[in-house]
């Protein structure tokens, strides 16, 4: 298989609200694949990332691949069905855009349901705020919603590399809690 492109900020695909993937769609394992094949190289390249949104490499259709310490999860046609009013100030990075990053709100917890690969109805409840801010970012790609479009009032846009390299900017990483 040859390396799959990500499609990089500014592509107008990217903001097109995704299609429900159909388990009938003879493309749909092969799609998942080339969505697997591409965050596996992304993160070899980067060493970083643990998601990726099918609509990022020109697939629109509803799925997310997900990769933290080599195990890999593919969800179909999630949806949140409950955020938590608590929510938290982070800083999202996106794979779209590897080089910077942006200051956005996210709730702390959610709940979704999702289809797996063997067509089995799955869910998870009161994710914790790492996969929540995670799952909320991947499902944003779905419904043609980018980082960029959630920067906070006020909020910061910074390269990414200086965000690892001073330690001024580890700070401000720390989540900020707010309950509404």
């Not at 998870?124 to 995670?134: A, V």
Request: contains cysteine; hydrophobic residues 40%.
């Amino acid at each position: 298989m040859k390396k799959v492109q990500i499609l990089a900020f500014g592509e107008p695909s990217l903001h097109i609200p995704s299609a429900e993937a159909d388990f009938n769609d003879p493309e749909l394992s092969d799609e998942i694949e080339q969505l697997i094949v591409a965050l596996k190289e992304f993160q070899s390249e980067h060493d970083w990332g643990r998601a990726m949104a099918a609509p990022q490499i020109g697939i629109n259709k509803r799925i997310i691949a997900i990769r933290i310490k080599k195990d890999t999860q593919v969800l179909i046609n999630p949806q949140i069905t409950r955020t938590s009013s608590e929510k938290m100030v982070v800083w999202d990075d996106c794979m779209s855009m590897p080089n910077i990053v942006v200051e956005v709100e996210r709730h702390c917890s959610i709940d979704i349901r999702y289809t797996d690969e063997s067509g089995q109805q799955c869910s998870l409840t009161n994710i914790d705020p790492d996969f929540s801010e995670l799952l909320q970012h991947e499902i944003d790609h779905l419904d043609g919603i980018v980082m960029t479009d959630r920067i906070i009032s006020g909020g910061a846009v910074i390269q990414r590399d200086l965000m690892v390299k001073y330690e001024r900017y580890r700070e401000l990483v720390k989540r900020h809690v707010r309950v509404e």
